[in-house]
């Protein structure tokens, strides 16, 4: 799977939304999350983020290993949406995420 790190904390910028085939990418309260069941690894949210926040997880920076733990853990209690077009904006965030300082730090 993809998974979005630490610096879409705070920016947000979505331009990784329109590129989604299957609509897997979720928004938080702080930053966006890809549902690792729904993803097809297709990579063409990569590219498109302005600060490269998004990465196959085998490539992920050491400092953000625990982000493919945060993306999957995100989506415990909702499980497989199917889209989030049909969830919209949730509002939360995972717990690592949700006790950052304002970014970027
Ligand atoms: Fe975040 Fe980059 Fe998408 S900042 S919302 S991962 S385009
Ligand atoms: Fe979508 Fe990116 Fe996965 S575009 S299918 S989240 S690699």
């Known amino acids: 799977t993809y998974v979005i790190a630490q610096p879409c904390v705070d920016v947000m910028d979505k331009a990784c939304i329109e590129e989604c085939p299957v609509d897997c990418i979720y928004e938080g309260g702080r930053m966006l999350y890809i549902q690792p069941d729904e993803c097809v690894d297709c990579g063409a949210c990569e590219p498109v983020c302005p600060v490269e926040a998004i990465y196959y997880e085998d490539d992920l920076p050491q400092q ?16 497989s949406p199917g889209g989030a077009a049909k969830t919209g904006p949730l509002a939360v ?13």
């Open 64 to 79: 953000w290993s625990d982000y493919t733990r945060v993306n999957a853990e995100f989506f415990t209690e909702l499980g």
């Open 93 to 105: 965030d995972h717990p690592v995420v949700a006790a950052l300082p304002p970014q970027p730090a």
